[in-house]
């Protein structure tokens, strides 16, 4: 009896000490120096190639493609684009660029077009593959000439969730990975509704917060600090999740 | 004359006591991020009810790192304690080599695995009798010991390793060893029982064999009076 409340006392100390230091500078600290060794190594591990997240067959796609977090976007204008099929819909490409770009859907649909069937694992632990097309988001950057003190790309949004609007941020180095694309179809599809219409982001090498949906505009910034929270993104600023979700 | 040799080295014993908080804290913290999605699946993807082979309960906050729901902070405990504990054991590993601890104590010989043996060991755990001849392990030890420090961590490590996406476009062979993302994780979920329940025997063995004099030879390293 009285080794076992000793043992319970234990663990109860092992929380509220855990969650204290969760809680500290340099428990912090720590966690985002961790994060930059996962995204250098895992960097590093695909030396002498570009590392690709795996593709897979048709065959191997989910029979229906789960859609989380915001499943629509709550405005009358939204509403309005979805009934006329998006001509109206445009992409904003600014920031730190020599040429800002405004694209509707017709414009992204005749750039060169890449299609991948790849498999989308959510921060909570599952899993659904799907086919996504659309154009690498280089070649979009490279139409609007990116200026040398750019570091980060931020992606924004139409949805509001709880409040704030969504929006996301990646670094150079997926910016320009091949399989970084605006999907504007899912297994042949136009987008459905749930799963971002009429554009998503596809940042295969990461978890699915960074898949911005809804996406209404591209930034080209050198730093984080000034952008909404400050941490890159809605779920960063938020829950304090990893800006880096290649983990 | 000969310096006695220690019960347990120097190296054997930092890494059993690093080792076992890093367990511990991945542990409680696996169970957190264990919460955000209830569900286990085999394959490559899941994400309904229809697809899972089981849904696990939803772990308390007493249990969990930190101890209210929080994925993000879950996560955080999670990946940095997984390097503590992958390069923990990494460190004992080469230690354990180098200073003979797995040919000496761990790995096993033929005649050790006779069924007349194997049953003579059982029936002297099942009679709490913990004095076995020369040998610092029996042979349910060294099975315990060598299933453990060889199968279950190393397991642990390389199915952790397979859902990270960024791991995965870096080393996609991996993933396919394990048959997919969710069988990985499948696997990380099951091995992370498995750990618990050596943990919970471990525990109650050393209780059942004069557990003071245990955990202070764990700490200071004790006298090898079984050697010769």
């Given at each position: 009896m009285k080794r076992r409340n000793f043992l319970v006392a234990l663990g109860a100390s092992l929380v509220a000490g855990c969650s204290k230091i969760g809680d500290s500078q340099w428990f912090e600290a720590l966690v985002d120096t961790a994060e930059g060794w996962h995204r250098g190594i895992h960097r590093t591990l695909g030396v002498g190639r570009i590392a690709m997240a795996p593709e897979y067959e048709r065959s191997d796609i989910s029979p229906f493609f789960r859609g989380n977090g915001s499943r629509t976007v709550d405005t009358d204008a939204y509403r309005a684009a979805l009934e006329s099929g998006f001509a109206d819909w445009t992409l904003s490409v600014g920031g730190l660029v020599d040429n800002p770009l405004t694209l509707t859907l017709d414009d992204i649909r005749t750039l060169p077009q890449r299609t991948q069937i790849t498999r989308h694992d959510c921060v909570e632990g599952w899993s659904a593959i799907g086919e996504w097309t659309g154009p690498q988001l280089s070649h979009i950057l490279e139409q609007a000439g990116v200026q040398e003190a750019v570091r980060f790309v931020i992606f924004r949004c139409a949805d509001n969730l709880n409040g704030a609007d969504y929006y996301e941020s990646c670094d150079l180095d997926d910016a320009f990975h091949p399989q970084t694309i605006v999907a504007h179809l899912l297994n042949g599809e136009p987008l459905p509704e749930r799963n971002g219409a009429p554009l998503r982001m596809r940042i295969e090498r990461q978890l699915g917060y960074k898949h911005a949906k809804y996406l209404t505009g591209i930034e080209l910034v050198a730093s984080l600090e000034d952008v909404e929270g400050g941490k890159g993104g809605y779920w960063e600023d938020r829950a304090g999740y990893q800006w880096y979700a290649g983990i | 004359m000969a310096k006695q040799r220690?019960?347990?080295?120097?190296?054997?014993?930092?890494?059993?006591w690093v080792n076992a908080l890093s367990v511990v804290i991945l542990f409680m913290s696996g169970?957190?991020?264990?919460?955000?999605?209830?569900?286990?699946?085999?394959?490559?993807?899941?994400?309904?009810?229809?697809?899972?082979?089981?849904?696990?309960?939803?772990?308390p906050g007493w249990a969990t790192i930190p101890g209210y729901y929080s994925l993000a902070s879950a996560r955080d405990w999670h990946v940095l304690f997984a390097w503590v504990f992958a390069l923990g054991l990494l460190l004992?590993?080469?230690?354990?080599?180098?200073?003979?601890?797995?040919k000496r104590d761990l790995f096993t010989r033929l005649a050790e695995?006779?069924?007349?043996?194997?049953?003579?060991?059982?029936?002297?755990?099942?009679?709490?009798?913990?004095e076995h001849g020369a040998g610092k392990f029996n042979l349910l030890q060294k099975i315990a010991y060598s299933g453990v420090i060889f199968v279950l961590l190393p397991l642990m490590i390389f199915t952790g390793m397979v859902m990270s996406p960024g791991m995965e476009a870096a080393w996609p062979w991996l993933t396919e060893v394990f048959g997919g993302r969710q069988s990985a994780r499948s696997i990380?979920?099951?091995?992370?029982?498995?750990l618990f329940a050596f943990f919970v025997v471990h525990l109650v063995l050393v209780l059942l064999s004069n557990p003071a004099r245990q955990i202070w030879d764990m700490i200071t390293g004790g006298r090898d009076d079984e050697a010769a």
């Open positions: - | 220690k019960k347990h080295s120097i190296g054997t014993r930092i890494w059993h169970l957190n991020i264990s919460n955000a999605h209830r569900r286990l699946y085999w394959g490559d993807w899941g994400f309904a009810a229809e697809q899972a082979w089981l849904e696990v309960p939803r772990f004992f590993m080469i230690s354990a080599v180098r200073n003979g601890h797995f695995w006779k069924p007349a043996h194997i049953w003579h060991d059982i029936r002297e755990h099942l009679k709490l009798n913990f990380h979920f099951i091995c992370a029982w498995a």
